[in-house]
């Protein structure tokens, strides 16, 4: 493991980044649960890759969502709902990760839902650049409809009770706590318990970066033979 500055930990991401060869954008994902910090992170590695002078796609699983009438058949607070029932794979595969993918055109859409509107979006296709990096954060990443897509896998890892008040700060003026946490102890926590037993995401992960502390993280390259690798990642 390695501990670092925030701006360290950047740096080596944006290292990894301009390391994969491929003829084809370089197609990064963010996993972790809600609230581990991917979408700030990704935020962050974005603005690096684009002052190198990379022509960054930035988008996010939050616009790949099912309509919220098809999202929730097992109830509001299901964690089966939350890991089977959410998000489109299937468009997400065909819109976005393979046209950027080998045997792509790069013709790719970056999101097909507006989650404020709740409403399906068709925004124009737009060409990427054979060098292009597509910055994409969002939870269950690395589950079998996906892990395949991504050249660089990256899982955001924080100790899960830490995300229920990470939650509450975030969504304070939009939901009560009593809310937030039922959300997160019936539906977000055991889901990404959930997708541990069944996806083992940090098995595939090429790094996995503890955000506990976000101004000194801590990474890794998981060692692909230690079982207990995952149990630490998930904050279990």
Not at 17 to 40: E, F, L, Q
Not at 136 to 159: K, Q
Not at 213 to 230: A, F, G
């Amino acid at each position: 493991m390695v501990q670092g500055t925030r701006g360290e930990l950047l740096g080596h991401l944006a290292e990894l980044v301009g390391s994969v060869a491929v003829a084809h954008p370089t197609r990064v994902a963010i996993d972790g649960p809600p609230a581990a910090g991917k979408t700030t992170l990704a935020d962050e590695l974005a603005v690096v890759l684009r002052d190198q002078g990379r022509d960054v796609i930035r988008a996010t699983i939050d616009d790949f969502l099912f309509p919220r009438a098809r999202r929730y058949p097992r109830g509001e607070y299901s964690a089966e709902g939350c890991y089977y029932d959410t998000h489109d794979y299937a468009a997400l595969n065909r819109v976005l990760l393979d046209p950027l993918g080998p045997g792509g055109d790069r013709r790719f859409q970056p999101a097909v839902y507006d989650r404020s509107a709740d409403a399906v979006l068709s925004p124009p296709v737009t060409a990427a650049p054979a060098d292009a990096v597509l910055v994409f954060d969002g939870v269950f990443l690395l589950r079998p409809e996906l892990v395949d897509r991504w050249d660089l896998r990256i899982f955001v890892s924080t100790a899960l009770e830490k995300t229920v008040d990470r939650a509450v700060i975030r969504e304070h003026r939009v939901s009560t706590r009593v809310d937030i946490e039922r959300r997160w102890r019936e539906r977000y926590i055991p889901s990404q318990q959930l997708y541990f037993a069944m996806a083992r995401p940090t098995v595939h992960a090429d790094i996995v970066v503890h955000n506990d502390e976000p101004q000194r993280p801590v990474w890794e390259t998981p060692r692909r033979e230690d079982p207990h690798s995952e149990v630490r990642a998930a904050g279990e």
